[in-house]
C-alpha cells in the first residue's frame, strides 16, 4: 500500500482530524442503543482464587476464558457459566503466563523470558513444551493473524514466529527494521500492524507471505505506540505515556492531529492495552508515570530515575478503563463496581466484537479506603451476563457441619481487619487496619445469584419431605425441621451472607437469628403448617401452630429439643410468663470454639460478632428478663503432679459480666463419652487435688463454672470445658497433659 510507505516522513501540515458520521435516523437510535448496553456489565468474583496482577487472557469455543493466575497454574472461568477451575502446570517451571491464545481446542502459552512456550490441552490436562528458536528469548505476547495462523513476538531478536497449528514448529520471519518486536494487531487488509520505537514507528506484516513490508513513522518520535482499534477509515493508536490518541488515516497511511486524553498525568500516567467494542475504544490505564522499556539482558523492565507513579504509589492499574467515542469525540470511564473489601483493578481484556470480557483483582484495604498489597481475589467483567450459570440442584440434606467448621478455625486472613464495624452498634476504631467485610464478596454475590435461577418451591418442598420422612405427627415433623436447621447453619460469630432468600442461606449455611427463622418458616410453609415470624427483645424467633396451639421453634439456639414441660413445646407466650424455664436447655450455639473467633495469627476478631461464652446473655433476656451472663468458660490449664498419685487439676479463672460468685462443677470420667465418673467436686477455686485410682490410663475431665442464676432456675444449663491427662512415670519422655 504505497500510501502507508509514503506517509513515513509527515508532512508539516497534518490532516486535521474529522468525524464522519454518515448515518441515518435508524443507523444513530441503534446505534445510541449500543452504546446504552455496552456501559452495563457484570462482574464474577473468585475469592478462592489469590493472585497478582493478571496478563492476557484468551477465550476458547466452549466459553473458557484461560489466564494464568499465580506461577505453575492455570485459571479458567467459563463466560457462559461462571464456573471457575485451577489446573496445575508444573511445566511452567515458576514463570508466570503473560499471555495464553485459545486455538484449535488447545492454549499456547508464553511465559516471557523462557526458553520455550507451552502448548495446553485443557481437556486433557497434558502440556507440551516447545522451543523457541533464538538465543536468548524473550516472548510476552502473540498474535492470531487472519489467516488462521498464530504470530509469537520474540523481543531480543526482534522476530516474528509463525505457527501453523498448535503443535506445529515455530518459522522465525526476522524484523528488518531497527526495534524491539513486542507485539502487534490484525486489522481488516490481513496484515498485522506491530509497534517499534525508538522513534516511534508502525511496521506491517504480511502473515501469508510471512515478511515485512514496510514501516510508517509517528510524528512523534519519542512516543511509544499501543492499542489498535480500526473506525470509519481510521487507525487508533494510542501514545502510552504520553496522554494521547493518535489516528492515522488507514489508507492513506497519514496521521491525523493527536487527540489529547483527559485526566492524563492526574489520574493515570500509562495508557495501555485495549479494544474496540461497538464503536468505541476502551483503554486500560496505570498509575506508571513512564514509556514501558524492556532490558534484554535481564528479561526485566527498565525504572527509571525519579518518581515512577502519578500517585507517589507502587505502580498498580486503575479501578477503570478509558473509553473513547470517535464518532463523538467523546470520553468517558467504565468504572469497576466499588468492591466492599478493597480497589478493584482493571488490567487485562479481550473481544470477538459481540462481547468483551476484562480480567482483574481486588487489592485488599490496608486500612479503610487505602490500598494495599497488590494481592488479592480475581474476578472476570463480562459485558453479558453468564446466563447459563446454573442454579441450585436439590439440597444436600447429609450436611458435613464439621467439615464447614473447619473453614473457619484459625482460618480468619491475618490480611484482614480484625475489628468489624456496624455503624448502628460498633463504630469503627481509630486504627482499623485490613478490609473489614461480613462475608467473602464473591461467595455472597454467587449464592444470591444462583439462588434467584432455583426453582425454590421444588428445593424447599423436597428438602422438607425428605428432612420429615415417618414424621407421624406435625409435632413430630416440626421437630425434625428444627433439628434440621441448627445443623444445617451455622450460627457465624464472625461472618454472614447478607441475604433473606432461603435457598441462598441454606447454600452459604452460615446464619444468624433472623435468617435462620426464614429457612424455618419457608420449610414449614412447605410442609403445610401455620408459622409465623415473631420478634423478641434482641432476637427473633419462629413459632408454629400444630396440636392446637402455638409453639416455639427457635432452630438456630435449641435444634430439635425446644423449651418443653411435660413434652408439651411452650409457646412464646408461655415462655415470656416464666423465662428462666428456657435457660435449662442448652445454647450449643453460642459456646464456640476458640479458634472460630480467631484469626490465623491469633488474634480475636472484634466489633460486630458474638464472643466467647459469657458474652451473651441468658436466653431469658430474649423474652423480657432482667439481663444477666453467664460466667466465661473455665479453660483448662495443664493439671500438675503433687505427689504420688495425685495431680492438681487446673483451669482459667472464669469471668462474669457485671460480677458476681462462681462454683466450679469439677468431674473426672474413666470414659471418653464422659458418662462413668470417677470423682466429682464443687469447689470456689480454680483447682483441686484428685487422687488418680489408676496410672498410665487416660482421664476425662469437664469443668462447669455455675452462678447464682441457679437460684432463678436450678437446671440452668452451663456448657463444659473439657481436658484429658494420662498420670505416666515422672521421667517418661512426651506429652501427657501433667506438668
Not at 195 to 216: G, T, W, Y
Not at 482 to 497: F, K, S
Not at 533 to 546: C, F, I, Q
Amino acid at each position: 500500500m504505497e500510501g502507508f510507505a509514503a506517509s513515513q516522513t509527515p508532512s508539516s501540515g497534518r490532516v486535521a482530524f474529522r468525524f464522519r458520521k454518515a448515518i441515518d435516523a435508524d443507523g444513530e437510535e441503534a446505534f445510541l442503543k449500543r452504546q446504552a448496553m455496552a456501559t452495563r456489565t457484570w462482574v464474577y468474583r473468585h475469592d478462592e482464587i489469590l493472585t497478582g496482577r493478571p496478563f492476557g487472557f484468551d477465550v476458547d469455543g466452549e466459553g473458557w476464558l484461560w489466564e494464568g493466575c499465580g506461577r505453575d497454574r492455570l485459571t479458567g472461568h467459563n463466560l457462559r457459566t461462571a464456573a471457575c477451575v485451577q489446573i496445575p502446570v508444573p511445566q511452567m517451571g515458576q514463570r508466570p503466563v503473560y499471555q495464553a491464545i485459545a486455538w484449535e481446542g488447545k492454549l499456547v502459552l508464553t511465559l516471557g523470558d523462557a526458553p520455550f512456550y507451552l502448548v495446553f490441552d485443557p481437556a486433557k490436562r497434558t502440556c507440551v513444551r516447545r522451543e523457541i528458536p533464538a538465543a536468548r528469548p524473550i516472548v510476552w505476547y502473540g498474535k492470531k493473524a487472519s489467516n488462521g495462523k498464530v504470530i509469537l513476538f520474540e523481543r531480543t531478536e526482534s522476530k516474528a514466529l509463525v505457527l501453523d497449528g498448535p503443535d506445529a514448529e515455530p518459522r522465525p520471519v526476522a524484523c528488518p527494521f531497527e526495534g524491539q518486536l513486542a507485539g502487534g494487531w490484525s486489522r481488516s487488509d490481513g496484515y498485522l500492524y506491530c509497534p517499534l520505537s525508538d522513534p516511534a514507528r508502525i511496521v506491517r506484516f504480511d502473515p501469508v507471505k510471512e515478511r515485512f513490508i514496510d514501516e510508517n513513522r509517528s510524528p512523534f518520535a519519542g512516543a511509544t505506540l499501543a492499542g489498535s482499534h480500526e473506525q470509519d477509515g481510521i487507525l487508533y493508536l494510542w501514545d502510552t505515556a504520553g496522554g494521547r490518541l493518535l489516528p492515522l488515516v488507514f489508507e492513506q497511511g497519514t496521521w491525523l492531529d493527536p487527540i489529547p486524553a483527559p485526566d492524563h498525568g492526574r489520574v493515570y500516567g500509562f495508557m495501555g492495552g485495549g479494544f474496540g467494542f461497538q464503536g468505541r475504544i476502551y483503554i486500560c490505564l496505570s498509575t506508571f508515570a513512564h514509556p514501558s522499556r524492556l532490558d534484554l539482558e535481564t528479561g526485566t523492565c527498565v525504572l527509571p530515575e525519579g518518581p515512577l507513579t502519578v500517585d507517589g504509589r507502587p505502580p498498580r492499574f486503575l479501578d477503570r478503563f478509558l473509553v473513547f467515542d470517535p464518532r463523538t469525540q467523546s470520553f468517558d470511564y467504565l468504572v469497576a463496581p466499588e468492591q466492599p473489601d478493597g480497589v478493584p483493578l482493571l488490567c487485562y481484556s479481550w473481544t470477538d466484537g459481540e462481547r468483551f470480557a476484562i480480567t482483574g483483582v481486588v487489592i485488599p484495604f490496608a486500612a479503610p479506603g487505602e490500598p494495599g498489597q497488590v494481592f488479592g481475589p480475581w474476578f472476570v467483567l463480562q459485558s453479558e451476563p453468564a446466563g447459563e450459570e446454573p442454579g441450585f440442584e436439590l439440597p444436600d440434606v447429609a450436611f458435613d457441619r464439621e467439615a464447614h467448621l473447619a473453614r473457619y478455625r484459625r482460618r480468619y486472613g491475618a490480611s484482614r481487619s480484625l475489628y468489624l464495624p456496624h455503624e448502628a452498634h460498633s463504630p469503627a476504631i481509630v486504627n482499623m487496619q485490613g478490609p473489614a467485610t461480613d462475608y467473602p464478596p464473591g461467595r455472597a454475590a454467587e449464592i444470591v445469584r444462583r439462588a434467584e435461577k432455583t426453582d425454590a418451591n421444588a428445593y424447599l418442598s423436597h428438602l422438607a419431605e425428605v428432612v420429615t420422612r415417618d414424621a407421624g405427627t406435625d409435632a413430630e415433623a416440626v421437630k425434625r425441621v428444627a433439628g434440621y436447621v441448627h445443623q444445617a447453619l451455622y450460627y457465624n460469630p464472625i461472618q454472614i451472607p447478607h441475604t433473606s432468600d432461603p435457598v441462598a442461606i441454606l447454600e452459604s449455611h452460615d446464619a444468624r437469628c433472623g435468617q435462620g427463622v426464614a429457612v424455618t418458616l419457608a420449610l414449614l410453609k412447605a410442609l403445610g403448617i401455620p408459622a409465623r415470624r415473631v420478634p423478641l427483645s434482641h432476637h427473633v424467633v419462629a413459632e408454629a401452630t400444630y396440636d392446637g396451639g402455638d409453639h416455639i421453634v427457635d432452630a438456630m439456639f435449641f435444634g430439635a429439643d425446644q423449651p418443653h414441660h411435660d413434652g408439651c413445646v411452650l409457646s412464646v407466650e408461655a415462655l415470656k410468663a416464666d423465662p428462666h424455664v428456657a435457660d435449662a436447655f442448652p445454647q450449643a450455639c453460642f459456646a464456640y470454639d476458640p479458634e472460630l473467633l480467631e484469626s490465623t495469627d491469633g488474634f480475636w476478631v472484634l466489633g460486630y460478632v458474638f464472643g466467647i461464652w459469657g458474652s451473651e446473655p441468658y436466653y431469658s433476656y430474649y423474652l423480657g428478663a432482667e439481663k444477666e451472663h453467664p460466667p466465661t468458660l473455665p479453660l483448662a490449664l495443664p493439671a500438675r503432679r503433687v505427689d504420688g498419685h495425685r495431680v492438681c487439676l487446673n483451669w482459667a479463672r472464669s469471668l462474669k459480666m457485671g460480677g458476681g460468685a462462681v462454683e466450679y462443677d469439677v468431674r473426672v470420667y474413666s470414659d471418653r463419652a464422659c458418662t462413668e465418673a470417677v470423682f466429682h467436686a464443687t469447689t470456689e477455686e480454680t483447682s483441686v487435688v484428685y487422687e488418680v485410682e489408676e496410672p498410665n490410663r487416660m482421664y476425662f475431665v469437664e469443668k462447669r463454672a455455675m452462678d447464682g442464676h441457679r437460684e432463678k432456675n436450678p437446671d440452668t444449663w452451663y456448657p463444659a470445658a473439657r481436658s484429658n491427662f494420662v498420670l505416666v512415670p515422672e521421667d517418661q519422655y512426651g506429652w501427657y497433659g501433667v506438668v
